[in-house]
């Protein structure tokens, strides 16, 4: 796929997350987070499981190990970060997710560069260093860790580890099989995952769900789930993982214009701070061709097994 098509992609992808926080908060009020976990998965992964089957008919790029590696990931990248999202938020401040936002990309390089020994350059890593700094300007430099929400603190820290650990590692173990049977397969994983996790919180069945509660349950199964994930693996397949994780912080940026259309909120300064921040970072981080006509040309000592960005 062309490079613009797929940065386009995780665009909408992130234009879609960036509402997950929301629609998680309104959905908590009649759901029980580890129910809303675990529908997110199991709706997610149905959707796309016709494809699942479809691919496994067609092809023989299935296995029973590949399988089992997929659903683990799943397992990794699903049912502990999202439980421990979806916890967190329910029971921390908002500004915790705002930082979460801003430490992910930085860990998801971090733990590339060491498994894979990804090599990115000063620029990159000053590029995501202005991201990371514009992520917490957006916000309106908030500062966690209020007193009473250390727990879902610490959940919410827990939770960018386990998806900085799947970001890194999400495209090359599928790479070898079809984006969206794998897709389907790891939130199968993920929502299976969540059952006994449900079932040992000891939270019941909903008697009543309220409309907003179950519109924001949809949004999150369909959306932020199935398409958004859907996205997220087809991108990592033919793109570096670099590229892909500065995209991440988008995130602020479209909550706050999606607070100003939805509820017509009027940003701070703030906000025009760390936006610009952040589309300097997106435009210093971005693959540039004359980087790679350097390589060509000799002037770049990168190994060849390493990501070229």
């Known amino acids: 796929m062309p490079k613009w098509f797929l940065f386009t992609l995780l665009i ?18 009649s759901i029980a987070p580890t129910l809303i976990v675990m529908a997110r998965m199991l709706v997610g992964g149905l959707l796309l499981s ?25 397992l990794l990248g699903f049912t502990l970060p999202v439980t421990m999202e979806t916890i967190g938020i329910h029971i921390s401040s908002p500004a915790l997710g705002a930082v979460s936002i801003a430490l992910e990309p930085l860990l998801t390089l971090l733990v590339s560069s060491v498994i894979f020994h990804t090599r990115l ?7 995501m ?11 309106g430099c908030p500062r966690p860790g209020v007193s ?60 009543h769900v309220s409309p907003a509660s179950f519109w924001s349950l949809v949004f999150l199964a369909v959306l932020a789930t199935a398409g958004a994930y859907l996205v997220w693996i087809v991108v990592l397949q033919d793109h570096d993982v670099a590229s892909a994780a500065i995209t991440l912080y988008l995130q602020p940026v479209f909550g706050v214009l999606l607070a100003i259309a939805i509820v017509h ?29 350097r390589r060509k040309a000799g002037h770049d000592t990168e190994r060849p097994d390493e990501v070229q960005l």
């Open 50 to 74: 016709p494809a699942l089957f479809a691919h496994r008919r067609n092809s023989n790029s299935w296995s029973l190990a590949k399988a089992i590696r997929i659903a683990l990931l799943g």
């Open 121 to 127: 350059g000063p620029r990159r890593w000053f590029a």
């Open 265 to 293: 909120e009027r940003p701070s300064l703030y906000f025009y701070i760390g936006g610009v921040m952040i589309l300097l970072a997106l435009f210093l981080g971005q693959y540039r061709e004359r980087d790679a006509a």
């Open 129 to 139: 260093g202005l991201a990371a700094v514009g992520a917490w300007v957006v916000a």
């Open 12 to 29: 909408l992808a992130n234009l879609i997350w960036s509402g997950s926080f929301t629609a998680t908060s309104i959905a908590a009020e």
């Open 148 to 207: 009473g929400y250390l727990a879902g603190d610490l959940l919410m820290l827990c939770a960018v580890v386990c998806y900085a650990v799947y970001n890194a590692v999400s495209g090359r173990l599928t790479a070898d099989v079809p984006a969206t049977g794998a897709t389907s397969i790891m939130l199968l994983a993920g929502g299976v995952g969540c059952v006994p996790l449900f079932w040992a919180s000891g939270h019941p069945w909903p008697h």
